[in-house]
C-alpha cells in the first residue's frame, strides 16, 4: 500500500521532468533541422541590443478588438517606468496599413483537443464543437488554423495550417478514432503524471512554434491540468529552485515564440460551474522569488492569464462560439518592442503594462517577463 507523502514530497516525481523541459524541447530539433534553444537560464541577448516584443491586443468595454491606433496610441510601463518604443506594427485581419500581411505578421490560430486532462464525454463534445467552428461560412475560416490532439504522446498536428475549414474538418473526423482519453491511473499519482505529460507537451508546442516567425494564438481546450496541495517550499530549498527555474523557462518559451494561450474548459463553457476551477486565481501573482514558487503557478489557466490570453471557465455561449470569439479577438492586434534596461539579477521579473489614451479601451499583452544579466 503507498504511504501518504507529506507537502514536502509532493512535487518530487514531477519535478524531475518539469526541470528537463529545456532538454526534452532541445532534443525534438534534430535531423538537420533548427534547434529551438529551450533551457532553464535562457541565453541573454548581448545588452546593447536586448528588445522585448509584446503582441497587444486592444479591446472596447464588449470585448471587441480596435484596430487603426498608432504607436502615439500606446504608453509601455517596464517594471513601473516608462519605455520608449523601438518598433511598432499594426496589424487588422488581413492587412497591415493597407498592404497585405506578410506570414511573419500574420496570426496563426492552434486549437489543440486534450484527451489527457478530460472525460471522454468532454472529448466527444470538443470534437463535435470545433467540427462546427470548422464548417461555419462554409468552411471560410478568417485566419490560418492548426488542428492539433494531445494524447500523452504529445501535441500531434493533424493537417497543416490552413483557412480551408472543410478540409480541416474532414482531418479531425480521419482521426477520431484516436480521439479519445486512455486510461490512466486515478487519485495523486494519475494527477502527478498528467501534469508532467500536459506540461511537456506545451513546452514542446512552443517550441517547436518559436521556429516559425509571427504570432501564434493556442486555444488549448481542457479544464487544465490538476491543482495539487500546496507545496511548503520553505522546507525544501532544491524543490523551491526546480519549480521556480520552470516557472522562468516557461515563461520564457511562451515569450519568445510569440505564443499567447487560452484555456478553455469545454463542459463549464457549455453551462457548468465549479468553485474547484477558480482555484488558479489564487496562483496569478508572479512570482518573482525562489520561496514564493508553487506547482499551482505552472497550471494551464495562470500560463493563459500571464501570457496575455484567458482561462475560460464559464460562459452561456457554446463552445464553438467560444472559439469564434477568440479568433474574431485575435484578428486585430498590435506588435510593440522595446529596449530594456541591462540588469545584474538573475531572473529577474520585470512588470509590463500596457496602455492607450482612449477612454474605454483595454490593452491586453503578458504580465512580465524573466531578464537576465
Known amino acids: 500500500m503507498a504511504k501518504h507523502l507529506g507537502n514536502s514530497a509532493i512535487a518530487r516525481p514531477l519535478l524531475l521532468a518539469v526541470a528537463a523541459l529545456c532538454v526534452t524541447a532541445g532534443a525534438a530539433a534534430q535531423d538537420g533541422q533548427p534547434q529551438v534553444q529551450i533551457q532553464a537560464q535562457p541565453q541573454p541577448q548581448p545588452r546593447e541590443i536586448r528588445r522585448i516584443g509584446l503582441d497587444v491586443v486592444v479591446t472596447d468595454k464588449s470585448g471587441k478588438a480596435i484596430p487603426g491606433l498608432s504607436a502615439e496610441n500606446f504608453s509601455v510601463l517596464d517594471n513601473g517606468q516608462p ?12 492587412s497591415t496599413s493597407g498592404a497585405p500581411v506578410k506570414p511573419d505578421e500574420a496570426t496563426q490560430i492552434l486549437i489543440l483537443l486534450d484527451t489527457v486532462n478530460s472525460s471522454l464525454t468532454s472529448v466527444a463534445y470538443q470534437r463535435e464543437q470545433v467540427d462546427i467552428f470548422l464548417r461555419k461560412n462554409e468552411g471560410k475560416l478568417e485566419l490560418p488554423v492548426s488542428i492539433f490532439f494531445f494524447n500523452g504522446d504529445g501535441a500531434k498536428r493533424l493537417a497543416p495550417a490552413s483557412r480551408d475549414g472543410n478540409a480541416l474538418a474532414a482531418a479531425l473526423d480521419k ?42 494564438v493556442l486555444i488549448w481546450l481542457s479544464p487544465g491540468w490538476s491543482l495539487l496541495p500546496r507545496t511548503d517550499s520553505t522546507n525544501d530549498r532544491k524543490q523551491a529552485e526546480a519549480i521556480f527555474q520552470s516557472i522562468v523557462s516557461m515563461s520564457t518559451i511562451l515569450r519568445q515564440a510569440r505564443v499567447t494561450l487560452y484555456c478553455i474548459d469545454p463542459i463549464r463553457t457549455a453551462g457548468g ?19 514564493n514558487a508553487d506547482l499551482g503557478d505552472l497550471s494551464l489557466q495562470v500560463l493563459a492569464q500571464q501570457s496575455g490570453g484567458e482561462a475560460v471557465g464559464y460562459g452561456s455561449d457554446y463552445l464553438s462560439g467560444q472559439i469564434g470569439t477568440v479568433v474574431s479577438t485575435s484578428s486585430s492586434y498590435y506588435y510593440l518592442s522595446f529596449v530594456t534596461a541591462p540588469t545584474d539579477r538573475k531572473d529577474d521579473f520585470h512588470t509590463l503594462k500596457v496602455t492607450v489614451d482612449k477612454p474605454g479601451l483595454t490593452a491586453h499583452t503578458r504580465a512580465g517577463y524573466y531578464d537576465q544579466p
Open 175 to 216: 482521426e477520431a478514432p484516436n480521439l479519445r482519453p486512455i486510461p490512466r491511473a486515478q487519485g495523486f499519482y494519475g494527477a502527478v503524471d498528467r501534469i508532467q505529460l500536459s506540461i511537456s507537451a506545451l513546452s514542446l508546442l512552443a517550441g517547436e512554434e518559436g521556429r516559425t516567425r509571427g504570432r501564434k
Open 83 to 94: 519605455a520608449k518604443l523601438a518598433s511598432f506594427l499594426a496589424v487588422d485581419g488581413a
Open 273 to 291: 460551474a465549479s468553485l474547484n476551477w477558480y482555484r488558479y486565481q489564487s496562483y496569478l501573482k508572479p512570482v518573482t522569488k525562489i520561496n
